[in-house]
């Protein structure tokens, strides 16, 4: 069978750098190549034309790119319908994130137009959690899947290229038949990841478009153990499924001498859950003499002085962090487990191991106040973080600030089709875009974002902060001088 992945655009709409590949689609694309299907990975947010810009000002731009969607001038749109007649595909998968849902609707529907026979499945998170909902709004999607994809797809596929049509045996699978919506529930969670092939890098369109950098993106397990009830990840189960070290050395190998990769970026969503793994992961790092450079995701209560230690010597050179707030009790709403006094010394951690880190914060979540607000820019200044990004918060459905947003008034739980093209992506399930918070008039709260987002990105152009960044990708710029180069660049138009 002939297949189309797609990522659809949207960062791309305003010229902002989206790093590296859709991991999603790659493990995807492989599992398919591997049954003997025809697959074609189209990374319709990759940016060849990039900015700096700073992310906490990206919503500021959201109102041009809900304008461009509709402009059948664009230029990414006609690319779109291009790539369709170029590779004519009779099944296309699309990956959605709730923030790119009005662009994943936007790409199903030129496929129909397109080929009305083309098959067309919503993969992704917001489609795990919003099946019902997608059926509901649009008559372009034909096929739901919900959870882990490799399976469920690959089945799917099959089905319709052997033209047997038993859906109803599809885990995870959502579809209409005879004017009834089913859901068959909850995909199958893949227990032994080493069982995944490698995830296919070499099927992009425009491939060369990437760094080596943008190569490295890896991923070590899957799951995180954690309930912050502001993630959608807790949908995924809170268990922890792992790939063997000796697996994951082997995909670093490989990329890093089919792509001259030096820098790599492990996308766990907590690196460091399992202390022993993370030792013994280094220890293999050192032991077969690999000269790279890491970074990774993790919790501030996930680490050690030691456990850092070890983690810079095999590599690490940049570790994120989530710290969300600055008020105790908005993180025992955010259900996010750490205490202020545990952030605080975690940060002294991080200078005295000399390794660059970013923490991130949000701003806007139900019952917040001013006064919450303004101890997350305290809380800033006082652990110091090399990099500190801020973000408002959006209403994630599956979450359980969701529902709190619901009780308080703030949010909705369904959306209407117009709804995903009117309004901006920072405002979607939002009850009504004139308010944010329920605890400040519109006005007050959008001259506090302004604020708290000028504080942030003042302390960001703080000269050691950036020479910090700067040593800390030192050994990236002489493996790869281009990368410099580009960082520069962007860098320039950051600081705007």
């Known amino acids: 069978m002939n297949i189309l992945l797609i990522d659809p655009p949207f960062y791309r709409f305003f010229h902002y750098y989206n790093r590296y590949f859709p991991l999603g689609l790659s493990y995807l694309s492989s599992v398919l190549k591997k049954a003997g ?45 291009e790539t369709l007649r170029t590779y004519q595909p009779n099944l296309v998968g699309i990956t959605v994130m709730t923030p790119k849902a009005a662009s994943a609707f936007t790409v199903a529907s030129l496929i129909k137009t397109y080929d009305k026979k083309c098959n067309v499945v919503f993969g992704g998170p917001h489609a795990t959690l919003k099946p019902s909902e997608i059926f509901n709004v649009s008559d372009d999607v034909d096929f739901v899947i919900s959870g882990e994809g490799e399976g469920s797809f690959l089945e799917l596929a099959n089905s319709l290229e052997n033209k047997e049509n038993n859906f109803e045996r599809i885990a995870g699978l959502s579809y209409c038949k005879d004017g009834k919506k089913i859901n068959n529930g909850s995909g199958k969670f893949i227990d032994n990841l080493d069982t995944l092939p490698v995830p296919d890098r070499d099927s992009f369109i425009g491939a060369n478009t990437y760094t080596s950098e943008d190569m490295g993106l890896i991923m070590g397990s899957r799951g995180c153990p954690f309930n912050c009830s502001y993630c959608a990840t807790q949908i995924w ?59 990774c995701n993790t919790r501030a209560d996930l680490v050690d002085f030691q456990l850092l230690k070890i983690m810079k010597k095999a590599g690490c050179n940049s570790i994120k962090v989530g710290v969300e707030s600055g008020s105790e009790r908005i993180l025992k709403i955010m259900d996010k ?10 940060a002294k951690l991080f200078r005295k191991a000399g390794i660059h880190w970013t923490a991130y914060f949000m701003m806007g979540v139900p019952t917040e106040t001013k006064e919450d607000i303004m101890e997350t820019v305290k809380l800033l200044y006082e652990i110091k973080p090399s990099f500190a990004s801020v973000g408002v918060y959006e209403p994630f459905p599956g979450t359980r600030l969701f529902d709190i947003g ?63 960044r700067a040593k800390a990708r030192s050994s990236v710029y002489l493996y790869n001088p281009k990368i410099l180069l580009s960082d520069i660049e962007k860098f320039l138009g950051w600081m705007r």
């Open 37 to 81: 299907h025809n697959v074609t990975i189209y990374d319709a947010d990759c940016n060849t034309d990039s900015k700096g810009i700073d992310y906490t000002r990206l919503p500021e731009m959201y109102a041009a790119y809900s304008k461009e969607l509709r402009n059948p001038e664009n230029q990414i749109i006609k690319e779109i319908s």
């Open 237 to 295: 189960t809170r268990k922890v499924r792992y790939r063997s070290i000796t697996n994951i050395i082997e995909e670093i190998k490989y990329v890093y001498e089919k792509y001259g990769t030096h820098q790599f970026t492990f996308k766990d969503d907590s690196f460091t859950v399992n202390r022993k793994r993370v030792t013994e992961f280094c220890e293999a790092i050192l032991k077969q003499g690999l000269k790279i450079k890491w970074d």
């Open 337 to 346: 487990g750490v205490q202020l006094e545990r952030t605080k010394e975690t």
């Open 406 to 468: 619901v009780e308080r008034g703030l949010v909705k739980r369904e959306m209407e089709y117009e709804e995903f093209f009117s309004r901006i992506p920072s405002d979607y399930y939002l009850k009504d875009v004139k308010r944010r918070s329920d605890t400040m008039d519109q006005e007050e709260f959008v001259a506090l974002e302004k604020e708290v987002k000028e504080t942030f990105h003042d302390y960001n152009k703080n000269i050691a902060r950036i020479f910090e």
